[in-house]
Every structure is written in C-alpha cells, then in structure tokens.
C-alpha cells in the first residue's frame, strides 16, 4: 500500500482584514466594499522556502520523534520560489537536517504543480526509492487594489508519500495538461496577468477539470457518489459545488475551501486542504482532491484504520486558530514588499552573504545545530573547537540540534533604532532546555508579548535580504509558543 | 601575583577638547585641542615624548586606521605611535600601554591620546559595527542601547524588581549625571534634566528611553605619563599616580554557556576584583572617593554600582535612588557629567574619565570640585553585556 504517512500544513499568523483593505482602496476600487472575512499573509521574514519549511516541520513533528532519516526525497512545488537558481528544495532540505544523500527538487510553473509532486512521489516509492517528502508553499505577489490581493493567501502544506503507516491510501489520478492560459507570468516577473474570468470559468474549469476527475475515479475504481469528500480549490463562488455535480459527486462531499480565513494559497492550497481533511477524516472514507492549472489533475485517496494514530505537530486546524487579524493595510503592503517605506541611513548596511563562511558553517546556521561537549555536557552555539568550560576542552563536541528544544527568555529588548521591517526590533538571549544559550532576532510578536521566562521555541526565517545582489539568507528565530504560560 | 603599577607611574599632563556636536572641527583639530592642553599642563617640548599610543575606534568615519593620523595631526617628531582599539575601552587601553611603557623603562614620557569624530555618519547614535562574516549570519544586528537594555530585563527577573521601580532608578542616574554635568563647561550637555522627563521620553530599546542613552559627541582627550621622580623633576608637585590598571575580556562563557545570569557584567567584577588587589584596596566604598564608570546607559551604571562592589547585590536600585552615587553622595559617580553628558566619543571616553579624576585630584575641578577626594576609579567597558572587554583602573594621590 503506498499512501500518505504524515501531513500537516501551516498557515502564517497574521490575517489581513479585507474590510480594511477595502476601505483603505476605497476611493479607488469601490467594488471591493463588500468584500469580507480575511485572508492570510506571510510575515516580512517568510516565504515560500519558510513555509515550506513550517509545514514540513508540522508533518515530520520534532527531531527525535520520527526518524527522518527514511525520508530519501523532498519535492518543493511552488510557483513563488525565491531562488531561479539555487535549489530551493535544498534549503529546506538543510532547515529539516536531512541527509545530504537525498533527492531534493523544486517544481512548478502550474497551480497544480503540488499534485504532479504528489504522483511523482509515488512513482518513486513504487520504484523503491524510499520516502518522499511533497512539500508545497506560495506567497504571491498581488497588484494593490486587485481582487487577487483579496482572494489570494499565503501558506504551505507537507504529506510524507511512503508504505509504511499508510493513513490515506493512494487510489488513483486523472491528468489533462494543455495549455489553458487562464492567467501567466513571464519568468522573472512578479506578477500575474489574468484573462476573463467569465472564459477561465466556462471554458476552463467547468470543461477540463471534469476530465481529469472522470479519469481517477477510473482509475481509483471509485465510483463518484462513493466520493466521501471533494476537495478543488477556487476562488469562484460555488464553482466547486458545480464541479461536484456535474461529476457525479453529492454536494455535501465539497469541503470548504477556507476563502474566508486564508484565502486563496495557490500551489498548495490542495494539500493544504487535504491535510486539514486528515485531521477529521474517518477510515473508509473516499477522498477526491483536484486543481486547475495548464489543465488539470485530480488524485483519489482512501483513509486507512491508521488515521487515529498520527496527529501532526500542529496541524491546520491550529494554524487556523492562532491567526490574529491585521487591520494595517500599509503593512502588508510592506511585508509584500510593495510600498517603499523611510528606512533612514541606517537601512543602507550593506546585506552581503560571505557564501564561502556561510557553507563552512551550514549546519549550524542552515539546521540550527549547536555542539555539545561529550565530556562535561556543555552546549554551544556555535560550535567550536575548544569548550567554554573552565578547562578548555579540544575536539569534543558533537553536533546537537536545538530547532525543537523548549526554550525561554534569559533577557531581552524591543529598539526603535535600528531600521528593521517590523519595528521594534526584538532580540535576546534564549536558554535552551538541556543547555545551550543563543542571543537571538525573535520575530512574530507584539509589543508587551514577551518578558525574561517567556516559553519560545524556533521558526526558520529570512534573516536578512540583500537587496543589491538579490540574495536571501535564512536563520532561526525565535517566537513566543502561543497559548503557553509564563513561569 | 605580579608586583603591579601601583605608584610607578604619575601623570604629567592632560587635556581634553571641549565635547559636544563639533560641525566645525575634524578628528585633527580635536585631536590637537587635547595635546595642546596637556602638553601645556606638562610643561614638556614634543622631543621629550618617547612614545605615542593613539586610540579610535571607528574606521568608516574617524581618522582611518594605523599610527599615521596622529604623527600627521600632531606633527609628532617620528616618535613610535601605535593605534589601539578595543571596543569602547579602547582609551583604557592607550593609557595602559603608555603606563606600562613608562614603568618598563622603554621610555621617560610616553603620551596617550583617543579621538572620535562620529557626527560625520550623518545621523545620531553609533554607526552600526560590522562584526566578520560570520556572526551577521546568526546574530541579531543589534544596537547598543538594546544590548544593555537586556541587563534591565534580567535583573527585574533576578531580584523580583518592579519595572516601575527600574525605570524611576535609572532614570535618578541620568537626571543625577546632568545636574552633574551642567556645572561643566566641557560637557556636550549641560542643562539639567527633570525625572518626568526622563520617564516620558520616547522609547529607544525598552526600557531605556532618550535620556537613558548617553549622548552622541565628537570629543579628543591625551595624557602625558611619566615616572614620579622625572614628575618630579619637571616641577610636579601633588603627583596623581596609578594605582591599578586591569583589563578583563570576556571568552564567550556568558554569551554561550547557561550559567551567567546577565544581570550583570561579569568582566567588570573580574576587572574590579584584579584592581582593588593591585591597588591594594580593600574596603571600595570607604576607599574609593570617586568614581568614572561607563553610563553609555542608566541601567549599565545602575549595575555597575554592583559589579565595582559599591553597592550589594540587587541593591543599587535603592541606593542611587537614595542618593548614595550624586554629587553629594557617599560615592559620587560621574561627576563630571559622565558619557551622559559628555557623548561617547568611543575612542576618546576611557581618557576623559581620567582628566576628570586628575582634575579632582589635584583640586582643579572649579563648580563641580569634591571636597578633599584621594582616589578615584575609571570603569570603562566596550562592547555589550553579555560580550565585552571591560577595564577598570584606579588612580589617586602619591602615597595614599
């Protein structure tokens, strides 16, 4: 049985407010007056290799709860990659500490890229090849003022393909690729070019997604009123309930597609929907999960007994219920990174990456792995060749990962100075539970958030972006764990 | 433990610029404003110096590196001139080289001047320090005020301190440091400052607000040292000598291990305890008539009060809010006004805190004079918490 093994997903916390965003475009695009609920974007310091990275990290839960060591292949498909050349799947792949003797591949070009991950993934394991971690992220690019900056969203989804502990068994696919150009974006542009949505829907949607469902359930050997749970992501009203009748599927199959909260994520908002469907999904239930792009494809599950006994570190339902809403325009803009904002001198320093420093030091500052004493037990970050104890010790660290250690504030402040796209600018020393100490950016917060004995643990972020060359470096930080209490 | 500088080395001269923001003055003029005074106050010719150190700190708009800006500013007559640069210490440091050289015998008289231009970046505050290729991978790209701010967070949780509390204490640090420094010519600010003032300020890296953070100057400040004997057969009477000179560099021990709790500056009691034993100090608050410590922040002198043994541990809170450390204080702290009032001239500070303790001295220090001070202490710390080089050094009347 070849099937899904682990899921999760991750949606970002903050929540634009389309009301808000409405009435501060008001003036010049009225129609968006009515527009409501929110929808979910990335912090300054994600994207789509950050959220990649979130969502694998909710799938695979902590270092030392699954062995990750039987992942053989991560599949990145996005649409939004910050990377043209540097293999994105490679970042990711060195956040989560994989092993360097991985297949790791960056996939995209198609809303349904994630899919076409997906049944790659299973030729690979049907091949033998071990593992495939199918990961998918987007954090698009809008025009301000456009219906996609309302209905887009920005999140990522992860599913582990494998044989082992199957909890949703792959039944089947169905493909359509042609070249349906609904909307485009030339390569090194940043955004979209739509054409009617009146001709995507008619002529696009309603033909060919039909097609590639049809094809599936055949090969599933499903029929479609067995179909437990239709799942097709759109951001035309009732578009997925027309999708389902017209293939025969009962119209309490379609599962919501989250536009009120997160809007509208792209590549993996499939995935993204199906590891939220995991999280309720009862055995024998028959899942049919399909995307438009280029054409379409669809994919036919069917949830195993062994769905109780997996639960992701979060999962999307939790997401979901950490999100905060953002009622400051501006600021999104901002963290899209389409309004250009005072920086003052001090955001003039000079981001340049030494790359030969950074890959002498990757563990440490692409998996956040510090190195501990084998003789005292000290830990340290980063690691070095000689202790810090009393009596210097050579040569006996070994690596020690701290990304899912419990952590907390030893000391901390929040500066006005510094130019930093999320003022303040917080940073401190944080202690890690079995040892080790990192005075580090912590990031997602507000303000009065935080004090010395504040429970923290690690997110993988964009540490800095160098706007001369184009190039991003990625580091942990730090952010409050949510809900827990102060000592 | 070795025998020591104490009184093997006095203080022929000194001169400090007038601090403040110098639109009309390069790093040279600055430079010259200093050496002009204390070679008058020394009564020496330039071939009677044996040796020169010269202390900047900022590369990017100072004086640039190496030895030459000072030769070339001072039109010093090829004599040997090192540059020295250890964070915000790096005054200290230049005097220490200098003391040393003259108790070694490599030289009879050996001149130490520090200089920082740094109202030519074009906006307040330091410039942002660039730190190798590696540490800006991982490390925050951190200011100073949020640096030290950190000790203010760590030290409510250690002693249980109501914030509030905090922050009216160090706000009696700065609103004590500018009544101090307004009866001070040299000083860049010298208007006092009221407490609600200080609590209402805008915020610059919590807790600390404006008037927590020392000010921005541009500044020069030299000392000419000699041996007591040539001192005194140059005409010197009333000789100031060093008593201790002790400079402690953190190893990564709190920046890395779990142990340190960082309320506190560990190299600053490392440097203290090595300097009361050169000096041969042995009760501080009782001995120690007077002190110049590091204030780049309030919260950083509040905690050095501890850290110099001044006050007892999680007590400095109530002991500036007490008085203990004003003008008529049992320990007056900054008396001429401190890095508070008179900026932080990164290169130049460890130098000026010792002109004003040589002023006191010798009873030269006109509206701000201490009544009868015998020794005093120069607390100079560069870099942040939790990460530093700290330099503590003592000085006071031959004999005493």
Redesign the interface.
Known sequence: MIGITAYGGYVPRLRLSRQAAAQANAWYAPQFGGRKGTRAFAHWDEDSITLAVAAARDCLGPVGQRDRSTVRALLLASDTLPFAERLNAAVVAGALDLDEGIEALDLGGTQRAALSAFTQAVARVQAGGGDTLVLAADNRRTRAASAQELEYGDAAAALLVGTQNVLAEYLGAGTVTADFVDHFRAAGEDLDYHWEERWVRDEGITKLVPRAVQAALAQAGVAAAEVDHFIFPTTFAKMDQQLAKACGIRAEAVVDNLGDSVGDSGVPHGLLLLAQLLERARPGQRIVLAQFGSGAQALVFRVTEAIDGFKPARGVGEWLARGVEERHYTRFLSFKGQLQLER???GE?D?K??LS??W??HR??QALVAGRCEVTG?????P?RLT?DAQPLQDTQKPHPLADRPAR??????????W?PAP??H???I??EG???????FTDLEVGEV???TAMEMVFRV??VDDRRGFT?Y??KATPVRGASKT | MAQGIKDKVAILGMGCSKFGERWDASPEDLMLEAYNEAMADAGIAPDQLGAAWFSTHMDDVGTGRGGTPMGIALRLPNIGITRVENFCAGGSEAIRAAVYAVAAGACDIALALGVEKLKDTGYGGLPMATVGTYIPQWYPNAVAPANFAQLASAYRAKHGIDAALLKRAIAHVSVKSHANGAKNPKAHLQKPITEEQCLKAPTIAAPLGLFDCCGVSDGAAAVIVTTPEIARGLGKQGLVTFKALQVAVSNGWELQSNEWDGSYVHTARVAAKRAYAEAGIERPREQISMTEVHDCFSITELVTMEDLGLSDEGRAVYDVLDGHFDAEGRVPCQIDGGLKCFGHPVGASGIRMLYEIYLQLQGRAGARQLADPKTGLIHNLGGQPSQNVCSVSIVGLEGV
């Open positions: 003052g001198m001090r320093q981001k990456t030494a420093t950074a002498r030091h440490a500052l000290s830990v340290h970050f980063p070095s810090y504030i030893l000391s901390w402040s929040a500066e006005y100075l510094s930093h303040p600018h940073y401190g020393q202690d890690f040892g080790g100490r990192i005075l580090m950016d004090d010395s004995g540490k800095d470096r580091f942990w």
